[in-house]
């Protein structure tokens, strides 16, 4: 989801339906505006048309939802999934503040990983500069709320991929699934690391098969020698 699609879920946005033919009950996830007040001063909404759907999710979401929603979101007028400290619906820039939080958290191993993949020195628990400065140079300094939707999108095309789905249509499911028209370049955008990932794993495969190669001409080789 993006940041806006979240921040205007409903509390009782996951609906259900039983199959009588296969016996099974089905449930998704409603993304859609929900109608009623928004107090907030900076109001997330849908970025497209094509951002209304219906996402399937699995039981794990469900049961992490249910018990969300039972035991630690904060009771409040507003319908809103995600509720502030102050029982009020959460603003955007909370949400940034949170990731900036994990930001801060976040191991050394794995700040080291993301600066090898072109990310600026990630911000520290000693920075102090304006919440603002999230870039050096262009390159990032925070982790943020869209990162994971670009995360989501290359784990979904290597899933459909995997399981046989050809890519014009693996790129087609995504298209549904993230909330795009069907003539948008973006999973193409969204998705360039899955073709970097896939384009050093097949350059890897060649190389050990061609040092294969070489240990076994060369074992052949000793061999003739000896004989």
Known sequence: LRRGEALILAAASIKSDYDLLSGREYRWLNVTTLEGDDPRYLKPALKTDQSQRQLPITAEIVDLFDRYVANYRTHSRFGHLFISQKMTSLAPQTVNDIFKIATLCLSERAKTALEARGWSSLADENETGPAEARHDHGRKRWVSPHDLRHTAVVLRLKRYIDSGTEMEDALGKLRV???????????????????????????????????????YFDASLHARSIL
Do not use: C, N, V
């Open 177 to 215: 699934y993230f909330g795009w028209s069907h003539k948008s370049t973006m999973p193409f955008h969204y998705a360039r690391a899955y073709w970097q990932t896939d384009a050093a794993d097949l350059s890897d495969d060649r190389f050990d098969r061609h040092i294969e190669a070489l240990r």
